[in-house]
């Protein structure tokens, strides 16, 4: 499985909008419960954000739950991240990660296949 991609950071003001995307090449992403994880500086990477491959399902962390909101597109195998009102502390890099089930996703080290792509910057600053 290849590694993913992640792209559509940048450089935002408080209480602006970014949608990140993440694709991947091998097997369709919509099999896997894709999990969205940042890590800001000095932090531990930490999954925020989980579709369920089984029904679609999304989870989310508490503190982007109401602002952020994960889906995917099967015809074009990609999962976004849509992010509004955006808040300083979400600054961080943003990474797209295959799991088997978002039942663990909030404390995952590891992808289940297919490893970290590069990840995306998102920076929120007046």
């Known amino acids: 499985q290849g590694q993913p991609v992640e792209t559509g950071g940048g450089l935002v003001q408080p209480g602006g909008s970014l949608r990140l995307s993440c694709t991947a090449s091998g097997s369709p992403l919509s099999i896997y419960a894709m999990t969205w994880f940042r890590q800001a500086p000095g932090s531990q990477r930490e999954g925020i954000a989980c579709?369920?491959?089984?029904?679609?399902?999304?989870h989310y962390e508490a503190s982007v739950k109401g602002r952020f909101t994960i889906f995917r597109d099967n015809a074009n195998n990609t999962v976004y991240l849509q992010m509004n009102n955006l808040k300083p502390e979400d600054t961080a890099i943003y990474y797209c990660a295959r799991l088997e089930t978002c039942n663990y996703y909030r404390t995952a080290s590891s992808p289940f296949v297919g490893g970290w792509g590069q990840g995306t910057q998102v920076t929120v600053s007046s």
């Open positions: 579709i369920s491959p089984f029904d679609g399902s999304t």
